[in-house]
């Protein structure tokens, strides 16, 4: 079972509250916009970018190849290292996981966790579990921190907190942190969250993390950050738990060479992301003594067996794509009801369900490829949502019978009538009489229709369509060339 989606509403309904939000939407267009910024005026500094987005598209696409290969080359090296490891299935397996590990951690003490930003702990509402457990989590990322202590959900895979704008992180933290002179600049909102955690760095003793990549050659995770609370929890804890996806893993510590030119430039627009961390294993009296991590599947096998939708597990998360999408520009991430939101949202939520919810996802997009030409491991989302939406279509016909679904109804008849050259005589002349009461005229003597009834109605919402010709082609051919119509000679 996957946790993936938070709600089951889907996309057009919850984008129609979204945009209505004037305030949620200007600090999406901003946030995003500034990102955008940045990250076009470094990627122009790099004349080799194109080189840079085939080299990581070729990495990702031979570890996908092998991936099994890599997974247990990790598992070993690791192991080697000092670290154990763990395989999960599903959310519900990775939760039971980590909530053991951090209960045994704590034997004997306060069942406290603070973690680092980690959209896969997030992917399984991995916070929930733990409280119910009895245990207490504290995100030490910024945004992580504005949507704990918020009740929020992340809206964007890198900037979690970006549809908040700093009056209103200044009305959390007052209230939170019982900080009622709280100011709004930056400098006062970075001190409350310096303040409120140093505490909790230098007194919990078990620390959980996600990871950028696993490197299958040594062993080692890397995570990129920009605050240094991360570097704190991997130092400080006596434990470390780390969980991440089967797709995180990359062969050699080389490839990072490449991944980590192109990440930050995508994520934040940085050159290079403040704070690099790799750990392999254990060292003797140098961070942890305990290191666990736990490998994650939740549907991430059957997004693999797809020959076209497989490229999606390339992702490196950089958030580009959302950034770019004129769709998720307008909607932000809650719309989309998963914590993955935005282009990358819209191809992974759906097969990571296994087709068994966020349907709607694959149509949320203009498929005008601005995420294809930000994605720095150049995966094709539009083609992937193409392929999606036929798999929608396709299991809407399986589980439907034709009558109950008139979209597949309208498709056969019209196949049918397309396949006969006398039925779609008819069809032309049944439609001219059909459509008479519902043409006008424009100035120029053109005849338009404006209104169509029941479902057809979508298609004149928004457009006005042209009537069809008094006369088509071939009845004007067979007229001057005076052949008589019969349909059976050619
Ligand atoms: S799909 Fe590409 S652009 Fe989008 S988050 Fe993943 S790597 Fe970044």
């Known amino acids: ?73 990790f598992e070993e090296n690791c192991v080697r290292a000092g670290g154990q490891v763990h395989w999960a299935r599903n959310a519900e397996e990775a939760r039971r996981i980590v909530v053991k590990l951090a209960l045994e951690a704590s034997a004997g003490g306060t069942a406290e966790v603070i973690k680092i930003k980690s959209m896969t702990t997030e992917e399984i509402h991995l916070n929930q579990s733990l409280e119910t457990a009895g245990v207490r989590a504290y995100e030490t990322d910024l945004a992580e921190l504005i949507i704990q202590l918020g009740h929020d959900q992340p809206s964007h895979i890198v900037v979690p907190a970006l549809h908040k704008n700093r009056q209103q ?3 959390i933290f007052r209230r939170e942190m019982n900080l009622p002179e709280l100011g709004e600049s930056p400098q ?113 096998s059957d997004v693999l067996a797809d020959r076209v939708g497989r490229q999606t597990l ?36 759906p097969q990571m369900l296994k087709m068994e919810g966020g349907e709607s996802l694959p149509y949320a997009s203009s498929l005008c490829g601005a995420c294809y ?50 039925r779609f005589r008819a069809a032309q002349r049944l439609g001219r009489m059909a459509e008479w009461p519902l043409t006008r005229k424009d100035g120029n003597g053109e005849h338009w229709i404006g209104w169509l009834p029941g479902i057809l109605g979508g298609w004149t919402q928004v457009r006005d369509l042209r009537a069809m010709p008094k006369q088509s082609f071939r009845e004007w051919w067979d007229k001057t060339r005076g052949v008589q119509a019969s349909g059976n000679d050619r």
């Open 373 to 422: 030409e930000v994605c720095p491991v150049k995966i094709n989302i539009p083609e992937v949502l193409v392929h999606l939406r036929n798999r929608v279509v396709e299991k809407k016909q399986q589980d439907t019978s034709l009558l109950m679904n008139p979209e597949a109804l309208a498709m056969k008849t019209l196949s049918a009538i397309f396949q006969d050259e006398r």
């Open 169 to 171: 992180i200044r009305e």
């Open 1 to 73: 079972m996957s946790d993936l989606t938070n709600a089951a509403v889907p996309f057009p309904i919850a984008a129609k509250a979204a945009v209505q939000d004037t305030q949620l939407r200007k600090n999406v267009r901003h946030a995003t916009e500034v990102i955008q910024g940045k990250r076009a005026r470094v990627v122009a500094e790099m004349p080799a970018w194109e080189a840079l987005r085939e080299a990581g598209k070729a990495i990702r696409e031979h570890t996908m190849r092998y991936l099994d290969t890599y997974l247990l080359q």
């Open 188 to 300: 006062d909102l970075a001190d409350a969250a310096r303040m409120f955690l140093r505490k909790k760095f230098l007194e919990v003793q078990t620390a959980i993390s996600g990871a950028n990549f696993l490197i299958a050659e040594t062993g080692g995770v890397c995570i990129v950050e920009s605050e240094g609370n991360g570097r704190m929890c991997l130092t400080l804890p006596k434990t470390l738990i780390t969980i991440a996806g089967i797709d995180k893993v990359i062969p050699r510590f080389q490839d990072l060479e490449v991944l980590l030119q192109t990440l930050p430039r995508s994520a934040t627009g940085e050159r290079m992301n403040p704070y690099n961390s790799i750990w392999t294993g254990l060292r003797n009296h140098d961070g942890p003594n305990t290191f666990h991590v736990v490998l994650l599947d939740n549907g991430r």
């Open 314 to 349: 390339h992702c490196i998360r950089c958030g580009a794509c959302q950034n770019a999408c004129p769709v998720y520009r307008q909607t932000g991430g809650h719309a989309y009801g998963s914590v993955y939101a935005g282009p990358i949202g819209a191809i992974l939520t």
